[in-house]
């Protein structure tokens, strides 16, 4: 499973949806775009999370994926498809889900503007 930010965070949350994140750690291997690494540590800065000791947690029970230049041009052009069906698809949500893509795994989000994707697990 590859998870988006949100995701990673409601796990840190322990929310209802974060119990669907650890699940999943649980019985699959788990993967996250090393760009959702600054959504996260933008999450920690708001939040008054120790950012260092949250990656480090990230790297225990997921894998990151590093992104190519060939997943830049990609992911831009899923951004600019996806943002003429709905304005809020930003370019890192294009970004990740290329990551996802490019290793044939399912992302799991609770981002709605995905939810017309098949390839995407809504939490």
Do not use: P
């Amino acid at each position: 499973m590859f998870f988006d930010s949100n995701a990673i965070i409601e796990h840190f949350l322990g929310s209802k949806r974060g119990e669907k994140v650890k699940e999943k750690l649980k019985t699959e291997s788990c993967f996250i775009s090393e760009i959702s690494l600054a959504e996260i540590a933008l999450w920690c800065c708001r939040e008054k999370e120790d950012v260092t000791r949250r990656f480090k947690e990230i790297r225990e029970i997921v894998e990151i994926l590093d992104l190519n230049e060939e997943m830049y041009k990609v992911g831009a052009k899923i951004a600019f498809e996806m943002k003429k069906k709905d304005k809020s698809f930003g370019l890192m949500d294009g970004l990740i889900l290329t990551s996802a893509r490019s290793i044939k795994q399912k992302l799991m989000t609770k981002d709605k503007h995905f939810k017309q994707l098949e390839d995407v697990e809504l939490i």
